[in-house]
């Protein structure tokens, strides 16, 4: 019997019926922020972009607000699911009600959107009364007896007893999806762990037969339909595979994330032949994809997009600049966003590529005629290199226009922002758990003072808040891979989903190394690399700001 079937019983009122108390008050709360911030963004009725950006700072704590409020909820009805399975226990009860506690803590005291930045109630326009009738009783109880001294101590004793475990806490999933995430963890030990601090030190690429073997396990063609090849599973699989692999290696777990994306935009945009032709290429791994959207002086604008794409003859040729290109060398074909009408402005005129071309090598990483470019040096997120690319005539096969209608692109690529967002999402989780992993083992074996580091109470609290904030992450996630597996709208859930994962990354890193002391600040010690890849998961597939801000728009307009 393990730690946390073990002490089961021991509880009084738990965790579960504490948050369930507490949201009525707190959904009313967060029904009166959207009322008051979209107060402040109207103009003649209508909610202006520009009063939107003004008021940033509120826009984006409501975005706060709401990822709080939904986690809650998604951590009550989580719970309530492990209790009609007799699967809630204590380790469980003891992460949600430290992590719920804690989070109802921040909402009336201040959530920290990031170092420097609190958001705190009355910046959303609320008056007192409102904040004080949402206060009460039950949050009252839900804070008090959440994130305590006695509750942290208790939890880091229990999961610490859990040696080896694949997660803290019950995740919650099905014996499919675990076996799912032992298959994937069995894989890291083998071929990815061992290896990953070298590849970054080095600044390699993950080597060909690791690729290789992740396209056997099905990595690459997990969510494809059977017909064209892939395994046809589930976005929550999806999770379950970028979750664990991001935990041997970042740059290991996001190489399907370029899969998944060219799949998404091919389903969803291409033509029957386009399917036919590369979707079981890409569920093999025979053929490897890179996305190609961004510009340098464009970012998250992709309104401003100045790469062009002209019609001659039989092919497109590209002329531009795109930066920012992750694993282009080794890649088989791009997704290349272009502006094939000058005279649509905005989004109107893009245009979405299949574009070929020969893998490279390090010698020569762009043999074909058209296309150069320089790599990118990065502090992490290694192992498949960033580029700045060159396009001057470079040539795109007529037929490989997506859809095979021209000024699709911007809608195109909007299809796959869901999907990759929870891609990205779960991938914060793997390298937040992998910080954990890294934070607990360090704190077990390091003496001091005559004793293990994980004896100090600063060290295990740490470390009970970074279990209860990977609890709380992956719940969210899981529950828009969900959403998104329905076939219904969750635009909101993914961003939610990724702009608190990546938080809670980076927190897990900067934690882990701190119980590391200096030695953590030393290369040698992999807690080293996996701060530097924390630090980009709130940056691409849409910076913490940008996120914040579509959130945002979505809860005001509605």
Known sequence: MNANM???????????????????GLETLFKEAVAAVRQKVLVDGRISSARLEAEQHAAHGLSWLATYVTA?????????????????????????????????????????????????????????KAVA??????????????????????????????????????????????????????FCAAEVTPHAHEWHLEN???????????AELGVFGLTIPEEFGGMGLSKVSMCVVSEELSRGYIGVGSLGTRSEIAAELILCGGTDAQKEHWLPKIASGEVLPTAVFTEPNTGSDLASLRTKAVKEGDVWKVHGNKTWITHPVRADIMTL????????PGYKGLSMLIAEKPRGSDADPFPVEGLTGGEIEVLGYRGMKEYELAFDGFEVKGENLLGGVPGQ????????????????AARAIGVAQSAFDLGLRYAQERIQF??????FPRVADKLAMMAAEILIARQLTYFAAREKDADRRCDLEAGMAKLLGARVAWAAADNALQIHGGNG??????????????????IFEGAAEIQAQVIARRLVEE
Request: proline content about 5%; hydrophobic content about 45%; charged content about 25%.
């Open 72 to 128: 809650l909820r998604e951590l009550a009805a989580y719970g309530e699911r492990l209790r009609a399975e007799d699967r809630y226990g204590a380790v469980e009860d003891y992460a949600l009600r430290i992590g719920a506690g804690e989070y109802a803590a921040q909402i009336f005291g201040g959530i920290p959107m990031s170092q420097g930045e609190i958001l705190r109630l009355p910046a959303l326009g609320l008056s007192q």
């Open 450 to 455: 005559g004793k293990p580091l994980i004896a």
């Open 133 to 186: 009738a949402a206060c009460s009783d039950a949050v009252d109880a839900l804070i008090a007896d959440g994130n305590t001294p006695e509750n942290r101590a208790r939890f880091v004793a229990l999961f610490s007893q859990d040696q080896g475990a694949a997660s803290i806490g019950d995740t919650g999933l099905d014996e499919t999806l675990e076996a799912i995430r032992s298959e994937m963890r069995r």
């Open 337 to 344: 966003l272009v502006r094939t009408d000058p005279s649509e």
């Open 204 to 214: 390699e690429y993950i080597p060909m037969p690791v690729v290789e073997k992740m």
């Open 521 to 538: 600040f030393a290369l040698e010690y992999p807690v080293s690399r996996v701060l530097c890849d924390a630090r980009i998961l709130n």
């Open 6 to 24: 073990a002490a089961k019983a021991e509880h009084r009122a738990d965790a579960v019926e504490l948050i369930s108390a507490a949201l009525p």
């Open 409 to 424: 692109g911007f809608k195109q690529l909007m299809q796959t922002f869901e999907a990759a967002r929870i891609q990205t």
